[in-house]
């Protein structure tokens, strides 16, 4: 296939490459780590709280409230009024190229490349522009909305749905049989090669639904080695513009990068919720049912890349993906060899979570840990799950095929986590990248560090 010229002269391709560009440059520094935790905390996620809410009031303003949840004011509902109603509007038209979008793309009847890329550029700038609409509820934010619909699970209901999992793990984790149906869309021409997407339904019971893959192809690669690589939590890759993409590397390397939707993201994100909400406001399910259902979705991608191209296969991941990645390569053991990886690509990783929650800012952010302790848990019950989510001390992967990288500053999954696991593993020093960096700018870091990308390409020859 040939893309032809009109790429070239695509000025919005260009305009976003000089954007995250310029956003690499930006934040590809230790203080960017400072800023961008306290926005977090302080700006996006009750932010995101306020938005969210809009999904289920459907424009009432009486109705908005119980749903974040907080106390109405009078003086806000003009202004909430006018926030509703552009709410409704954008997601009333990104409804509507999204149905379009999977007509177009899933089809039966061949497009136009030209056309395929309108379709898709005109959806992904109107999901862009819903998730925007955020910012008419900032005037709330004065009211001190939670971070999170907090819906912490009790022990009780935990041991009901994972008690059998601290006996016996495999049944919740093993590759499904028969796989269950991929349907493959059309291609798409982008600015590294072509773009397609993958839908199944998930194997994964507590999780469910439909999984979307967006499917990176670098041009002019037959057989390419392919890395299904993981996002971070509530980071939402194919729904924004002008985002710090990591995988951009590895693509211009010669992968093939497929990136699986997580569960409660994006298009799996539940009515009420923003994405990746869930996982934090059920926790300590949420974050079970995520990450041991990505496993098993794992398995269906994994089984899709090795029917599709003849080169090595890789996991790999950033933050939640990462942790997704070596969970999946540890318990892969379990899986039919095939769909066993042959190496692992792990950006800003740890070795154990229940530490980090405790250790971590994200206990901080989202008092995940203190709600559960006020609910009924116990901390040696809290780890004795969370410990289900921990990789294994021998991944199926040699050392020489892991290529992990972690930053000095990183406070979100603390370094020296994922420094011990590294260490356990024996990684080689040749695969070990240790940057001055926290958890966000690892991610930005790596637009202009080419160095890992590299690496993982000649350890997977």
Not at 49 to 68: I, N, P, Q, S, T
Request: proline letters at 7%; aromatic letters at 10%; one cysteine or more.
């Amino acid at each position: 296939m040939s893309k032809g010229n009109y790429l070239d002269s695509d000025a919005e391709t260009l305009t976003e490459r000089a954007v995250r560009g310029l956003a690499g440059l930006f934040a590809a520094h230790p203080w960017f780590d400072r800023g961008g935790l306290h926005a977090l905390e302080r700006w996006y996620f009750p932010l995101s709280r306020l938005w969210a809410a809009a999904c289920e009031a459907g424009g009432d303003a009486a109705r908005y409230y119980d749903g974040v949840p907080m106390v109405g004011r009078f003086e806000d509902r003009a202004r909430l009024t006018h926030a509703l109603a552009r709410y409704e509007q954008a997601r009333a038209a990104a409804t509507a190229i999204e149905t379009q979008w999977r007509a177009t793309l899933f089809g039966d009847a061949r497009q136009p490349a030209a056309s395929l890329k309108g379709v898709e550029d005109a959806r992904l700038s109107l999901r862009h522009s819903f998730n925007a609409t955020r910012r008419h509820f900032h005037p709330l934010l004065k009211r001190k909305p939670p971070r999170a619909r907090v819906e912490i699970a009790t022990p009780g209901e935990v041991e009901s749905a994972y008690g059998d999992a601290l006996l016996e793990l495999g049944p919740f984790i093993s590759a499904p049989d028969p796989m269950p149906e991929v349907a493959v869309s059309h291609a798409v021409p982008s600015a590294l090669g072509w773009d397609r997407w993958l839908t199944f339904q998930s194997p994964a019971r507590r999780v469910g639904g439909l999984v979307t893959a967006r499917v990176h192809e670098p041009e002019g690669v037959a057989n390419p080695p392919t890395v299904i690589f993981g996002h971070g939590i509530c980071v939402e890759f194919d729904h924004w513009r002008g985002l710090i993409d990591e995988v951009h590397a590895l693509v211009r390397e010669g992968f093939r990068v497929i990136r699986p939707e997580a569960a409660w993201h994006g298009r799996r994100t539940p009515q009420g919720y923003y994405g990746g909400e869930r996982i934090i406001a059920t926790f300590p399910a949420g974050v079970l049912d995520a990450l041991l259902g990505a496993v098993r979705e794992w398995a269906v991608v994994a089984d899709w890349a090795r029917r599709t191209s003849s080169g090595a296969l890789g996991f790999g991941g950033s933050s939640l993906g990462a942790l997704t990645a070596q969970l999946a390569a540890s318990l892969a053991r379990e899986w039919p060899e095939p769909l066993r990886p042959d190496g692992l690509f792990l950006v800003t990783h740890a070795g154990d979570l229940a530490h980090c929650l405790a250790s971590g800012v994200l206990s901080r952010v989202f008092a995940g840990l203190e709600e559960a302790l006020r609910v009924g848990w116990r901390e040696d019950e809290l780890r004795r799950y969370l410990s289900l989510l921990n990789p294994e001390p021998a991944p199926v992967v040699p050392a020489s095929r892991i290529v992990s990288i972690l930053g000095r500053r990183d406070v979100v999954l603390p370094f020296d986590s994922g420094r011990r696991l590294v260490e356990d593993w024996c990684l080689p020093e040749a695969n070990l990248f240790l940057l001055d960096r926290g958890h966000f700018s690892v991610p930005a870091t790596l637009l202009s560090d080419k160095r890992p990308a590299r690496r993982f390409r000649e350890v997977m020859r």
